[in-house]
């Protein structure tokens, strides 16, 4: 699959792309993925959704419930309570996947018999509409998990997701410190910055995984994969195979499992000007790394490299372009760990931080992120015992860090990727964890009322810009035409 989704392997990509949908879902335990995995534009990746508008912020839906809640206050645990107390939790994951997320919310019925959660992955299928209809009618569930972060963010927008800094400045037991900030910071509204969700397991969009048997056979030291963009176009040209005039493979495809952002932050490139208000797909870095990805179409031919694209296989199995040989160097997120000790346990490779540009030492180090977002829908009726439940979903370092195993993702509480118990992990998936405490991480879209549009309209043009139908700033100048208004209209209320 190709395009520019978010999804739990997105964004999963989101990660992993456009889309809504980084940074893929990055599940590399299931055996039925949750959520198509990061994706790129014309560009293969897997897809969380590639290319695809979130169905909650683009689709004429039920208006939430608005009416206004009781403020939480300060009392004993509802865990404690003297009374059965049923909660239901819908996420967007199936199989494995689903089985791997109820490890938490399982270890605290554990702690509090008297606490009952129901799971249902129902919503891996249905997307957040059956999210939106439940909060209509008034019976939502207590809680959301989606790898849909537009989708998510557009219902809280619309009225429909309880906004926790009453619970969070209540409980003294919960420091969101402690959790990966960049996503924490990707569920503050604009421009109140009020906390409407919170992260449920990351993946990083950006690693950078190469063969160092492939290295090696080229005489490069497999110890020293490239640090600039500059050294990443060089060593991967090495590997370009042509048979007479036909290009039949490239040391590394920009649009496979990589989202067009990652290249604009590899150039020190900003999305959003919080203190004007305005977005800035036109930053001089946004440019530059977009002019960097249509001129690297330039060398190899727009149609050699989505023909390519579109040959290869499958991202979760041996066919994945990686696994199969078919690249030296990809973009990938976390789970590419889980998939090559299943499919393909022979293939020799490391991970690296992605390249940055050398004329912008100041981007060295950057990267980008997806992750889940969890909340707790407006009008659901055990608020407070939801609360207790997520507040240990993320601060429980235990049963945080065996998900993250399970699933070959990367923790969202920080102190749980140096804990005891990440020895358990792959050498390789903690050396993502260890980009993803120590990297600057990045995600896309940025946290504004109408990220989905902004999102959905920068993947459009960048096809375009790609396929020479536009240039870099006409296409810039043509989202911010097309998205601006609609920011100012909603900031306006």
Not at 135 to 153: F, R
Not at 179 to 192: F, M, N, Q
Not at 472 to 485: A, M, N, R, S
Request: charged letters at 20%; a neutral charge.
């Amino acid at each position: 699959m190709h395009a520019y989704n978010f999804t739990r392997r997105s964004m999963l990509q989101g990660m992993l792309a456009v889309g809504i949908g980084l940074f893929v879902a990055a599940c590399g335990q299931a055996t039925s993925p949750a959520t198509p995995a990061p994706s790129n534009a014309a560009p293969a990746q897997p897809t969380p959704a590639s290319g695809a508008t979130s169905t909650a912020a683009s689709a004429a839906q039920p208006t939430p419930a608005t009416t206004s809640e009781p403020t939480p206050a300060a009392h004993a645990s509802p865990a404690a309570a003297n009374r059965i107390i049923n909660l239901s939790w819908w996420m967007a994951s199936r199989g494995d996947d689903l089985l791997a997320f109820e490890t938490s919310p399982k270890a605290y019925m554990a702690k509090h018999p008297n606490v009952k959660i129901e799971f249902s992955g129902d919503i891996a299928g249905t997307g957040l509409s059956k999210v939106e209809a439940a909060i209509a009618a008034g019976n939502p569930p207590e809680l959301v998990q989606t790898w849909d972060y537009a989708g998510a963010s557009g219902i809280y927008y619309k009225g429909g997701i309880t906004v926790l800094d009453d619970y969070i400045k209540a409980s003294k037991d919960f420091d969101i410190t402690r959790l990966e900030p960049a996503t924490t910071a990707a569920c503050r509204s604009v421009p109140d910055g009020r906390q409407w969700a919170l992260p449920d397991q990351l993946y990083v969009t950006s690693d950078l995984f190469f063969n160092t048997k492939m290295f090696q056979d080229k005489g490069l030291d497999p110890t020293k994969p490239p640090q600039t963009l500059e050294e990443l176009q060089k060593v991967a040209a090495l590997f370009d195979v042509r048979k007479g005039n036909q290009l039949q493979a490239v040391g590394f495809h920009p649009s496979a499992f990589s989202s067009p952002q990652v290249y604009a932050f590899a150039f020190g490139g900003e999305f959003y000007d919080a203190d004007k208000q305005k977005i800035t797909p036109d930053h001089p870095g946004v440019i530059a790394g977009l002019q960097w990805l249509v001129d690297y179409y330039k060398v190899y031919g727009v149609d050699n490299l989505r023909r390519l694209l579109g040959g290869y296989g499958q991202y979760q199995s041996a066919q994945n372009p990686f696994l199969a040989g078919q690249v030296a160097l990809t973009t990938f997120w976390d789970a590419m760990v889980a998939y090559r000790n299943r499919y393909a346990p022979s293939v020799q490779y490391d991970q690296a931080w992605f390249p940055y540009a050398a004329n912008h030492p100041e981007a060295k180090g950057f990267g980008t992120i997806g992750f889940n977002p969890t909340f707790i829908p407006k009008g659901a009726k055990e608020r407070d015992a939801a609360w207790e439940v997520l507040k240990f979903n993320e601060m429980d370092v235990d049963t945080v860090l065996e998900t993250s195993i399970l699933l070959a993702n990367t923790p969202h509480l920080l102190p749980a990727m140096e804990s005891p118990g990440a020895s358990k992990a792959d050498p390789l998936l903690r050396k993502c964890w260890d980009y993803a405490a120590k990297g600057k991480m990045h995600f896309f879209p940025p946290p504004i009322p109408v990220n989905a549009q902004y999102a959905q309209e920068w993947k459009n043009q960048v096809d375009l810009m790609i396929g020479g139908k536009v240039t870099v700033k006409e296409g810039v100048q043509k989202i911010i035409d097309l998205v601006q208004p609609q920011l100012d209209k909603a900031l306006r209320g």
